[in-house]
């Protein structure tokens, strides 16, 4: 193998590595959205009724940035050309809306 082959492997697997950590930290962010909105979940049921609607707000909020969170991971593996995400399905399933 000459050194122009060998700077192009060198170079595909660089690129491989940059896709595989954009991919991971795309699923790293969703899942830290995902816990939050658990958790405010949570703190939704615990609420008093006077707190409700800022609980609620604030699940609200959370939610969207999961939601975005999740097209962006799906953006990436589409980048990638994993073009079959039910696994993010089954893994990262929506937060429910609540009202």
């Given at each position: 193998?000459?050194?122009r082959e060998e700077?192009?492997?060198r170079t595909e697997k660089e690129i491989l590595a940059e896709k595989a950590a954009t991919l991971g930290r795309a699923g790293e962010r969703l899942?830290?959205?995902l816990r939050l909105c658990a958790e405010l979940r949570e703190d939704l049921g615990r609420a008093p009724a006077i707190a409700r609607?800022?609980?609620l707000a604030r699940y609200r909020d959370?939610?969207?940035r999961a939601l975005e969170a999740r097209h962006t991971l799906i953006?990436?593996?589409e980048a990638i050309g994993l073009r079959n995400h039910r696994l993010v399905d089954q893994q990262f399933?929506?937060?429910p809306a609540l009202s």
């Open positions: 193998m000459n050194a700077s192009l492997q899942e830290a959205a609607e800022t609980a959370a939610r969207r953006i990436q593996r399933p929506e937060p």
